[in-house]
């Protein structure tokens, strides 16, 4: 979701699958594989968490002022757009305030893409295997749309193992000074919540999370693929050239279809936040609000989550905090990615396949 969070972070697929359909590819044949497949997927997962903290810190105050706008209690608004938002927090919890939430957030990298990184290598062979039994060839290999398929289930799997992570870190980030209680930290943080509110509070909000990748994912194929087409035919402004699109081109065609799947899964991703604020005692007072307006949000299940919100705050709530999201999607640290990706692969970036551009977004 749009995310991990829809998210991209923790967003439903990651280019980690695509090191993963490579070390597949390379062991094929190999009962084991051997030190230096071993040493590469470790360089990869390295590499990948580097990259990944890298441009998560760079976007950190966007993502945290996204989940403020979010969550905030619509009777006693602080953060106003993205502008004054930041200036808020700028003001009132100075440069560290910026940056709530994201040590919590990059910890959660290593572990997410390594569980995505395995995961998707059983889940492409389970669908390969249907694949081949329903078109009764024995040698068929994954398409780009069944790789799609083998990337969200891991997706999937990778967010639900490390889903309490998130689900603490979204509480790390909207505590502010004047909280009535603070979390010291994501260790303190799980085991608080763990001993006040049980196992299953670690959890609020993975359903909308779940369900949101299927829109995102699907749509962010079916854009990509569908602007790749019309360039290659149309042709407009240079753009193209012996029919072949540029890195250049291809990242911003995944800029603009993961900004598509992104707007379109935003809801779950808002819904996704509010039910994990829930229960939570000593909320802080972003949540509850000040004085008159002071009151814990109550949901019983995300559907209850929705009607509420869409009643008491309108439709429009159910996209507060798009446009700092939209700018953090949009932030050039895409190139960032690749380049490390590509230095463990040991490839130069425009070498880097075709069907690859599908998953740089996630």
Known sequence: MA????????????TFVNLAEEAKLAREGVKAPSSHAVLSICKSLVAGGVAGGVSR?????????????????PHNIKYNGTIQGLKYIWRTE?????FKGNGTNCARIVPNSAVKFFSYEQASKAILLMYQQQTGNENA?????LRLGAGACAGIIAMSATYPMDMVRGRLTVQTEKSPYQYRGMFHALSTVLREEGPRALYKGW??????????????????ESLKDWLIKARPFGLIEDSELSVTTRLACGAAAGTVGQTVAYPLDVIRRRMQMVGWKDAASIIKGDGMAKTAPEYNGMIDAFRKTVRYEGFG??????????????????????????????QPGNAIPEWK???ILS
């Open 57 to 73: 810190t760079a976007v950190a105050p966007l993502e945290r002022l996204k989940i403020l706008l979010q969550v905030q209690n």
């Open 141 to 145: 290999q994954l398409t780009p749309l």
């Open 357 to 359: 551009f599908t998953w």
């Open 3 to 14: 995310s991990e969070d829809v998210k991209p972070s923790e967003k439903a697929v990651s």
């Open 207 to 224: 359903l909308p999370s779940v369900i949101g990748v299927v829109p995102y994912v699907g749509l962010n194929f079916a854009v990509y």
């Open 317 to 346: 709530a159910l996209y507060k905090g798009l446009v700092p999201n939209s700018v953090k999607i949009l932030y050039p640290t895409l190139n960032v990615q690749l380049r490390i990706q590509s230095l463990a692969e040991g």
């Open 94 to 98: 100075g440069f560290r305030g910026l």
